[in-house]
């Protein structure tokens, strides 16, 4: 219960001061991160977890708390956003995936006393960007106010979709580490079956549930009070389905949901985006708070202290922005644009997918390798794009100003 009570009192207390915090650089990650740590057995012990349930705790925790990110960040964009940005959005879910896995998986190959593919399987944990962590810094009033529509959702979609592709990203690597993995079964099962038929059949259960909220709006069968259980339940129904089917869920509730939003009304679609962005919030600080709690202290300690901030270091800084100043500038939308290449390729937090997919990987190897490096960088993404997100897009939005009057 005191469990409980404690997120509560935090969710209740970034509400309270929630448009003060935003504009002193403090997100609602961070602030749950830091109270799960001061909370937690290694600083005050007020609350523990049990060892045996703690992760399971976890990975119920974030796979619902993507669930609804995922939901809130399709419901963000602008339904025509894919076929008016075709080319650019392929390039950067394309590119973008392939650059971050493979420049994540040479630099732990590199720094740390691990394999090529066991340096893989971490590099595929770790590529996506976090749509729990970036709705944090490309939604609410200080996104709208400096970074340009087309910044906030190139990535909100790419955070979107790439959720969900990693998956079968790193079922690969695990098809090529382990030789009981059968790689035509991966083809067979995991791609075509889980993600390609998966985004398909979802996009038209999608289109086919906003066609009915449409429709119920319409005729007065829907009232306003309506709409967030609908959308909730959509992303729920939509995850528990395709998961309970052998289908990548997670994928399933971000097409499913940009379908859904292509389908409800303009009216409608702010509806549904303030109340997702709401319930964003309330399962975002749970998540957060109980990371802190498990933080792996000893586990990083024992890597050594210069192995720990070196991975820090070169992950923040070389995972993402050398690849995408590079493809981006090859982008219809962003070829003569550098400091929009710049500011895509600083925000790319990683964050609750990556912990979700460590626990997975966890449970299927029993090796806590994957969980310490994880947790590691998923600590100091939250710290350091958190703390970073509004003052660079004030930069960004001061160097347009200045270019532009010139």
Not at 239 to 245: E, I, K, W, Y
Request: positive net charge.
């Amino acid at each position: 219960m005191l469990l409980i009570f404690t997120i509560s009192a935090l969710i209740i207390l970034s509400g309270t001061f929630y448009k003060k915090l935003e504009n002193h650089y403090i997100t609602d990650p961070l602030i749950a991160l830091i109270f799960g740590v001061i909370f937690g057995p290694n600083l005050f012990s007020f609350i523990s977890l049990e060892n045996s349930k703690s992760l399971d705790i976890l990975k119920t925790a974030t796979e619902f708390t993507m669930a609804v990110a995922l939901m809130a960040t399709a419901l963000r964009i602008p339904s025509n956003y894919f076929r008016k940005h075709f080319k650019t959005q392929s390039m950067v879910i394309v590119f973008g995936i392939l650059g971050m896995f493979l420049c994540s998986s040479l630099l732990l190959f590199w720094l740390l006393p691990l394999s090529l593919p066991e340096s893989c399987l971490i590099g595929a944990i770790i590529t996506p960007t976090d749509p729990v962590v970036a709705s944090t810094m490309v939604s609410g009033e200080n996104a709208k106010r400096f970074l340009p529509a087309r910044v906030r959702d190139t990535i909100s979609f790419e955070s979107g979709v790439n959720d969900g592709l990693v998956y079968p990203l790193i079922l690969f690597v695990f098809a090529l580490i382990f030789p009981a993995q059968n790689l035509q079964n991966w083809v067979l099962k995991e791609f075509l079956f889980a993600t390609v038929l998966c985004g398909i059949v979802a996009f038209v259960l999608g289109k086919l549930f906003g066609k009915l909220m449409h429709k119920a709006h319409g005729k007065g069968w829907m009232s306003n009070k309506a709409v967030l259980p609908f959308s909730l339940a959509l992303a729920f129904l939509l995850l528990s389905g395709f998961n309970a089917v052998g289908m990548n869920g997670i994928f399933s509730v971000f097409i499913g949901g940009f379908a859904f939003s292509s389908e409800i009304s303009q009216n409608e679609t702010i509806q549904e985006e303030r109340v997702q962005e709401s319930m964003d919030r309330i399962f975002t600080i749970p998540v957060f708070f109980i990371f802190g709690l498990l933080l792996p202290w000893k586990d990083w300690i024992d890597l050594g202290i210069w192995t720990s901030v070196s991975i820090i270091f070169v992950i923040i800084l070389f995972r993402r922005i050398p690849s995408f100043l590079l493809f981006l500038r090859l982008t219809p939308q962003f070829k003569s644009k550098f400091k929009d290449q710049l500011l895509i390729g600083w925000f790319g937090p990683i964050g609750v997918a990556a912990l979700y997919y460590a626990i997975v990987t966890l449970e299927k190897t029993k090796d806590d390798t994957a969980w310490i490096i994880t947790s590691l960088v998923v600590m100091a993404s939250t710290l350091i794009h958190g703390l970073s997100s509004l003052a660079f897009s004030k930069w960004y939005a001061k160097l347009v100003s200045k270019s532009n009057k010139e």
